[in-house]
């Protein structure tokens, strides 16, 4: 705190373009993941855009290169451009890709100003009422921001926020979508991702009972038939035939049977966010959530992202947790293990170890010495 209230005295009254190489002390803070650092210098007017750099750099970038999605989103709120470049010509998603920070690039391609959402929440022309009610906004922001398009994600998000789980609640939200969607299409650069993610909202059924048939696994193998079908028939349905982004989901999963990969949710996560879903991280079994790190006790197959989840999921799963706990048996029985070492026998592995490591230190200093001369 001592070192905040310093910073606030005395930092903020420098011209922060003029330290070492151009970084300012937000594109320091963003890059190091101070996410309280970054919260105290934005509300003390940070420049956000500056891009004095020595190579052109913005905070937005060293944020995405931290891979802290909330730093990235924190910049992205505060007003930061998202296609300024940087001496080689790249933009912050072009760099946050390019070291592998996906998510922070998921974030920055799938950002949407509240500004432009709080629009609707003040009555326009001759309205006697705004077409959405001001605490609707916040709610219906996070939905739009979300980058996980489960549709079992979005229904509990739905269900998170007491305000959304009411019919008409839903409507006006579905026709501010609508309006914005009507905007994208008439904008030369399109939000394609915005009017997926509108579409796939447009659903007033009785939530609970939704969640179960998208989760609801046939009795054959687990999957969940009734969810493939629904993101299909969202994408069949969705009305600009001319976007690029419909085409590409169509080609993708026309050929493709039911059952078989790839399923529609992945073939939309990668559209949508440019991540290959299901290949590089865990994902929660319930609600396709990135990073799922809860195994069911049983079968040991199926990964939860929380202990609501595998609840949620259980109805189902329990149909074929024995068959995939007995499937894991018997591949740990036919897996070959490795015999325990004798004393003697870890003794000789422990110094041949220990041999080779004085070898390459010995030839790590040969190196050293023939660089020097």
Same mark, same amino acid.
């Given at each position: 705190?001592?070192?905040?209230?310093?910073?606030?005295?005395?930092?903020?009254?420098?011209?922060?373009?003029?330290?070492? &190489? +151009?970084? !300012?002390? *937000? /594109?320091? %803070?963003?890059?190091? #993941? =101070?996410? $309280?650092?970054?919260?105290?210098? @934005?509300?003390?007017?940070?420049?956000?855009?500056?891009?004095?750099?020595? &190579? +052109?750099? !913005?905070? *937005? /970038?060293? %944020?995405?290169?931290? #891979? =802290?999605? $909330?730093?990235?989103?924190?910049? @992205?709120?505060?007003?930061?451009?998202?296609?300024?470049?940087?001496?080689?010509?790249?933009?912050?998603?072009? /760099?946050? %890709?390019?070291?592998?920070?996906?998510?922070?690039?998921?974030?920055?391609?799938?950002?949407?100003?509240?500004?432009?959402?709080?629009?609707?929440?003040?009555?326009?022309?001759?309205?006697?009422?705004?077409?959405?009610?001001?605490?609707?906004?916040?709610?219906?922001?996070?939905?739009?921001?979300?980058?996980?398009?489960?549709?079992?994600?979005?229904?509990?998000?739905?269900?998170?926020?007491?305000?959304?789980?009411?019919?008409?609640?839903?409507?006006?939200?579905?026709?501010?979508?609508?309006?914005?969607?009507?905007?994208?299409?008439?904008?030369?650069?399109?939000?394609?991702?915005?009017?997926?993610?509108?579409?796939?909202?447009?659903?007033?059924?009785?939530?609970?009972?939704?969640?179960?048939?998208?989760?609801?696994?046939?009795?054959?193998?687990?999957?969940?038939?009734?969810?493939?079908?629904?993101?299909?028939?969202?994408?069949?349905?969705?009305?600009?035939?001319?976007?690029?982004?419909?085409?590409?989901?169509?080609?993708?999963?026309?050929?493709?049977?039911?059952?078989?990969?790839?399923?529609?949710?992945?073939?939309?996560?990668?559209?949508?966010?440019?991540?290959?879903?299901?290949?590089?991280?865990?994902?929660?079994?319930?609600?396709?959530?990135?990073?799922?790190?809860?195994?069911?006790?049983?079968?040991?197959?199926?990964?939860?992202?929380?202990?609501?989840?595998?609840?949620?999921?259980?109805?189902?799963?329990?149909?074929?947790?024995?068959?995939?706990?007995?499937?894991?048996?018997?591949?740990?029985?036919?897996?070959?293990?490795?015999?325990?070492?004798?004393?003697?026998?870890?003794?000789?592995?422990?110094?041949?170890?220990?041999?080779?490591?004085?070898?390459?230190?010995?030839?790590?200093?040969?190196?050293?010495?023939?660089?020097?001369?």
């Amino acid at each position: 705190l001592r070192i905040l209230n310093c910073l606030h005295t005395h930092l903020l009254k420098f011209s922060f373009p003029s330290l070492l &190489y +151009g970084m !300012t002390p *937000l /594109m320091h %803070a963003a890059y190091k #993941g =101070k996410a $309280d650092m970054c919260r105290l210098l @934005l509300q003390n007017g940070a420049d956000v855009n500056c891009n004095q750099h020595e &190579y +052109g750099y !913005t905070a *937005l /970038m060293f %944020a995405g290169l931290s #891979g =802290k999605t $909330d730093i990235t989103s924190m910049m @992205l709120d505060a007003g930061a451009e998202t296609d300024l470049v940087n001496s080689v010509g790249r933009t912050a998603a072009q /760099m946050a %890709a390019f070291v592998g920070q996906h998510d922070c690039v998921t974030v920055i391609n799938n950002f949407f100003s509240r500004a432009r959402l709080e629009y609707y929440t003040r009555p326009q022309g001759l309205e006697r009422e705004p077409k959405l009610p001001p605490g609707l906004a916040g709610p219906l922001h996070k939905i739009i921001m979300t980058t996980n398009l489960n549709p079992v994600k979005i229904v509990m998000l739905v269900k998170e926020n007491p305000v959304l789980v009411d019919v008409a609640a839903l409507e006006k939200c579905y026709q501010v979508m609508d309006l914005l969607c009507e905007q994208c299409v008439k904008q030369q650069d399109m939000n394609e991702v915005l009017k997926c993610l509108a579409f796939l909202q447009k659903r007033d059924d009785k939530l609970d009972a939704l969640v179960k048939s998208l989760l609801r696994g046939r009795d054959s193998d687990g999957f969940p038939q009734y969810q493939e079908k629904f993101i299909r028939d969202c994408i069949r349905k969705f009305p600009y035939c001319e976007a690029t982004l419909l085409q590409q989901l169509v080609r993708s999963i026309a050929p493709v049977e039911i059952g078989n990969d790839p399923t529609a949710f992945s073939v939309l996560t990668q559209a949508l966010t440019g991540q290959m879903a299901f290949v590089d991280a865990d994902y929660c079994a319930t609600c396709g959530e990135r990073g799922a790190d809860k195994r069911c006790s049983l079968c040991k197959a199926v990964i939860y992202c929380s202990l609501s989840c595998q609840k949620l999921h259980w109805f189902t799963h329990k149909k074929m947790c024995r068959s995939l706990q007995d499937q894991n048996d018997a591949l740990e029985k036919d897996t070959p293990r490795l015999k325990e070492l004798k004393d003697d026998e870890s003794d000789l592995v422990m110094e041949t170890a220990n041999f080779l490591q004085e070898l390459c230190l010995r030839a790590e200093e040969k190196v050293a010495a023939a660089g020097e001369s």
